[in-house]
């Protein structure tokens, strides 16, 4: 038997917020007719991935707060997710990370848990350094990991794209066998990269093709499907909330990583 049309409307809603009240409206439909409503969405757990907001440092990965252009960001966001009925948000253990979502919650007014394993990527020996010792210090790394060869780790200890899939893939399992079908976690551009690649099976060495710039407080879209045990990329680096202010975007910041030839620290 095809898809019903109730099955149709719940797919069509569910992206627009309204997840509860269509699961009582379906359950009653469904007793009314005599049949279980297993299998139509309520299923699948929605996570939206968030970059954190600008933050106050150029220096590689430093745990600092935001500027003042990275909480305009993340109240701009927090304004635009009034509207999707997000369940509960979480964040990496970060100050940047931390202080979005904060940012964020001043407009959900949702439960909120910082959580181990979503920080940014290690980059090892490149971490506290300015672009410009990245460049003479790490010259050749940065060419190699520019050509998206293989999945080398960042220089003197730091982590690869499968080092970063190891740690966050199980802490978003965890999130999903929770009570909540639609959440926002607050996390970092390396580990957004990652994700998406681990999930689209393109391999880490092509995770830095995901996005020349992954703007501050982009959204990114991913369905966990229980019945299949599958993850699905629903959409990616969405910035609409930003799109229209330059000064807001990471162009007026700073050059990205792909756009100055793989000799930049990505945050």
Partial sequence: MGESIWGRYARYLTHRG???????????????????????????????????????????????????TGRKQAGLL???????????????ELLRARETAEIINEYLHLEYEPIPGMQEIDFGGLTGKTNEEIRKEYADFQKERSLHLKDIPYPDGGECGADVVRRVMPVLREICKKKEDRVGIVTHGGVIRSVCAEILQAGQKNKLKFG???????????????????????????FAHIEGRP?????????????????????
Avoid at 25 to 38: T, Y
Avoid at 40 to 60: W, Y
Avoid at 212 to 236: A, G, H, K, P, Q
């Fill in 212 to 238: 020349i710039d992954i703007e501050n407080t982009s959204l990114t879209e991913i369905i966990y499907d229980e019945t299949r045990d599958i993850f699905s990329l629903e959409r990616f680096n969405d």
């Fill in 18 to 68: 309204f997840r509860s009240i269509l699961k009582m409206f379906m359950c009653n439909k469904a007793m009314v007719n005599g049949v279980h409503p297993a299998g139509v969405r309520e299923s699948m757990k929605e996570i939206f991935l968030i970059r954190h907001g600008r933050q106050c440092s150029r220096l590689c990965n430093v745990d600092v707060a935001l500027d003042g």
């Fill in 78 to 92: 927090g304004r635009r997710l009034e509207g999707y009925g997000l369940e509960k948000l979480y964040s990496s």
């Fill in 247 to 267: 000064e807001l975007l990471r162009q007026s910041w700073t050059v990205s990583l792909e756009r100055n030839g793989g000799r930049q620290c990505t945050k």
